[in-house]
T-cell receptor, first 113, second 119 residues
Framework: EPEVTQTPSHQVTQMGQEVILRCVPISNHLYFYWYRQILGQKVEFLVSFYNNEISEKSEIFDDQFSVERPDGSNFTLKIRSTKLEDSAMYFC???????????FGSGTRLTVV | EDQVTQSPEALRLQEGESSSLNCSYTVSGLRGLFWYRQDPGKGPEFLFTLYSAGEEKEKERLKATLTKKESFLHITAPKPEDSATYLCAVQAVPSSSHAGGTSYGKLTFGQGTILTVHP
């Protein structure tokens, strides 16, 4: 069964450093998403991406965050200057259609120290 | 603002002891309600989508139902391998977002119910 692949599975970074989280969505999917889950809290929407541009973003997704689809297969989330409160599981997801359910990756656990 | 509340927060069952999980929601216009299963350290795994009140979906020991205000996930004769966190999420009918664009399928999640099934 097709799956969404995320790398790395765990990343530790120093506060203030830039990190890039990588995702390979399912190949025929057109809509891409990033969500995050702080330990013990709800899964929260960050951003959706379609046709090489951001289609919707949450209040969490401020100027420190950016997304990119650099080569037609990868989908990346960049955090420019990490803060302690950015520590969370980050999930990438993709879907074939604009509305309906989608497939999540296994996540990247980001720890900011 | 869309809201999803799940209850109970945690549920412990004996193997074979059937029960139900609740998901209450408020949304401007419901496009779909989703149930996901999440194992520790993993991403949500899709279970069901429900689109309209009265709809039911079944998969093995799980059955999801939907009313205009809530959804239930019924677990019949659970086994230890059913132990996981069950997440409910809603997707709203497309409308202008706060950013002025058009909603592209954002999911709003509840906090989940942690189910533990003891042998």
């Amino acid at each position: 069964e097709p799956e969404v692949t995320q790398t790395p599975s765990h990343q530790v970074t120093q506060m203030g450093q830039e990190v890039i989280l990588r995702c390979v969505p399912i190949s025929n999917h057109l809509y891409f998403y990033w969500y995050r889950q702080i330990l013990g809290q709800k899964v929260e929407f960050l951003v959706s991406f379609y046709n090489n541009e951001i289609s919707e973003k949450s209040e969490i997704f401020d100027d420190q965050f950016s997304v990119e689809r650099p080569d037609g297969s990868n989908f990346t989330l960049k955090i420019r200057s990490t803060k302690l409160e950015d520590s969370a599981m980050y999930f990438c997801a993709s879907s074939e259609y604009r509305l309906g359910g989608y497939t999540f990756g296994s996540g990247t656990r980001l720890t900011v120290v | 603002e869309d809201q999803v509340t799940q209850s109970p927060e945690a549920l412990r069952l004996q193997e074979g002891e059937s029960s139900s999980l609740n998901c209450s929601y408020t949304v401007s216009g419901l496009r779909g309600l989703f149930w996901y299963r999440q194992d520790p350290g993993k991403g949500p795994e899709f279970l069901f989508t429900l689109y309209s009140a009265g709809e039911e979906k079944e998969k093995e020991r799980l059955k999801a139902t939907l009313t205009k205000k809530e959804s239930f996930l019924h677990i019949t004769a659970p086994k230890p391998e059913d132990s996981a966190t069950y997440l409910c999420a809603v997707q709203a009918v497309p409308s202008s977002s706060h950013a002025g664009g058009t909603s592209y399928g954002k999911l709003t999640f509840g906090q989940g119910t942690i189910l533990t099934v003891h042998p």
